[in-house]
């Protein structure tokens, strides 16, 4: 059996991820980067209440608190949403490859 980062897409549970956190840097704030990730986090949710595979959230700090979670999410799942984050090189596009 391949380890969970090496799945194949047949065998990706979840359609959707977002992994972060909703405020960050006084930069993020005034660029409208921390709205957008809410908007992006609330829409998450209401479609997982409609079907639990369609897209998941997991909280991660700006420190790496829940990392493992996200990149188990990420390997689960066909699209791993990376919305700006509070620098231009956001951590969680390398952890979705």
Same mark, same amino acid.
């Given at each position: 059996?391949?380890? #969970?980062a ?5 065998e ?5 991820? &977002?992994a ?5 840097? #006084? =930069? ?15 829409? +998450?949710?209401?479609?997982? =209440?409609?079907?639990?595979?369609? +897209? ?8 790496? /608190?829940?990392?493992?979670? *996200?990149?188990?999410? &990420? *390997? *689960? /799942? ?7 984050? =509070? ?7 390398? =952890?979705?490859?």
């Amino acid at each position: 059996r391949l380890p #969970l980062a090496a799945a194949r897409p047949a065998e990706r549970t979840t359609r959707i991820a &977002y992994a972060g956190a909703v405020w960050g840097h #006084l =930069d993020s704030e005034a660029m409208g980067f921390n709205a957008w990730r809410r908007a992006i986090r609330d829409e +998450c949710r209401r479609q997982h =209440d409609k079907d639990s595979n369609s +897209c998941k959230w997991s909280w991660v700090s700006m420190r790496g /608190s829940g990392a493992p979670a *996200a990149l188990t999410l &990420y *390997a *689960a /799942s066909t699209f791993c949403l990376q919305p700006p984050g =509070d620098t231009i090189s956001r951590s969680g596009i390398v =952890d979705a490859v």
